[in-house]
């Protein structure tokens, strides 16, 4: 039986929180890392288990420097690295830091502040939180811009297809690349545009969220850069956030994907421009403060490191990697969770 993968393919509730922590340099981690990826099982099945209706999940993803620190297994997943920047002429997609991000989601705010609040307690001694962002539904699944987000996102079983591992990397089969950003909009400079030209910008219509005809589509609009190809697709599941007080409006970006070549390929598109110059005009609106790439094992592979087992282990085919050998053997062997 291949591993079982984390809940990245679900769709997305009324809520979200999204973290990002950061571990404390010269301390021991591993013993905390071991807690949360028990945690997080935890909180999950406990989840299914008492609110069945709720939507309600928790996924982790571990960024590159913390898989070394970690000692987790070599060969790392394939396209697991430091996030470069990506720098057009006008517009860059920053690089920020990133150890462990934890994506919650569900209908409800308390369960996911519950989740968020014990993944807390565990980390707080070892780590330092870096981003958190509550994001919400705007009334029908529209970004704080106006227009409907999410509606070219692969459905059915195509989302696995497109969201997962499979034999491109056999070792982290069930894994998933994911890459986040948080945006600051313009909203004032947005809104201060007609409705006809707040289209452009995206590429569709406000209100009925139809797709504009090619001929009329703009090539800078936000569609017609984002689109790669309908062999190549994203999981993606932003979330609007705001905070008037600080007046910062935005869009946490969020993407899971079986190949990080295609994310890295939309965001060509859109900051350095198809061709060169021809930038996405959401930019102009936008601006990314964060981005960071993570990679997203299995359930199977928190549940291993949980009870001490090798990472990759599956029981199956799967637990050979490229070389042969089984992979993660050794690399982290901490004690049992149970106290
Ligand atoms: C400023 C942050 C962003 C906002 C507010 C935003 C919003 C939207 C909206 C409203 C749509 C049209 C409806 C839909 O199909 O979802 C869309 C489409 C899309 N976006 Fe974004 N987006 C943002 C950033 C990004 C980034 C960074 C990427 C990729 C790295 C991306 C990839 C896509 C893709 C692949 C589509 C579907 C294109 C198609 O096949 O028609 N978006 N986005």
Request: charged share 20%.
């Amino acid at each position: 039986m291949g591993p079982e993968p984390q809940k990245v393919l679900d769709y997305h509730g009324d809520n979200a929180i999204f973290m990002v922590w950061n571990f404390k340099p010269g301390i021991a981690v591993k013993d905390s890392f071991q807690r949360v990826c028990a945690l997080v099982i935890n909180l999950n099945n406990s989840a299914g288990n008492r609110f069945p209706d709720s939507g309600a999940s928790c996924v982790m993803g571990i960024g590159h420097d913390a898989w070394l620190r970690l000692e987790l297994p070599t060969p790392l997943p394939e396209e697991l690295e430091n996030f470069a920047p990506v720098i057009g002429e006008k517009h860059t997609a920053v690089s920020t830091k990133g150890d462990l991000h934890f994506h919650i989601r569900g209908t409800g705010k308390s369960l996911c502040y519950d989740m968020a609040s014990a993944i807390a307690e565990v980390l707080s001694p070892v780590a330092t939180s870096v981003e958190e962002v509550h994001g919400f539904r705007y009334w029908d699944g529209r970004s704080i811009l106006g227009f409907v987000d999410g509606t070219e996102n692969p459905q059915g079983k195509d989302r696995a297809y497109f969201g997962l591992i499979g034999d491109n990397d056999p070792a982290y089969r069930g894994g998933s690349y994911l890459f986040v950003q948080k945006y600051i909009h313009n909203l004032a400079a947005f809104k201060a545009l007609t409705v006809e030209e707040q289209e452009k910008v995206f590429g569709r219509y406000k209100w009925d969220d139809v797709e504009m005809p090619d001929d009329i589509k703009p090539a800078n609009s936000h569609i017609a850069l984002s689109n790669v190809g309908d062999d190549l697709k994203i999981i993606r599941d932003n979330m609007p956030f705001g905070n008037m007080s600080t007046n910062e409006m935005g869009t946490y970006f969020i993407a899971y994907a079986s190949t990080f070549t295609t994310v890295k390929k939309m965001l060509d598109n859109m900051f350095i421009g198809l061709p060169p110059g021809n930038y996405d005009r959401l930019l102009d609106f936008s601006t990314a403060k964060t981005g960071t790439l993570f990679f997203v094992p299995s359930a199977t592979f928190l549940d291993n490191v949980a009870s001490g087992l090798p990472a990759l282990e599956t029981g199956g085919a799967n637990a050979e990697d490229k070389t042969g050998k089984l992979p993660g053997d050794g690399s982290l062997n901490i004690g049992s969770l149970k106290k």
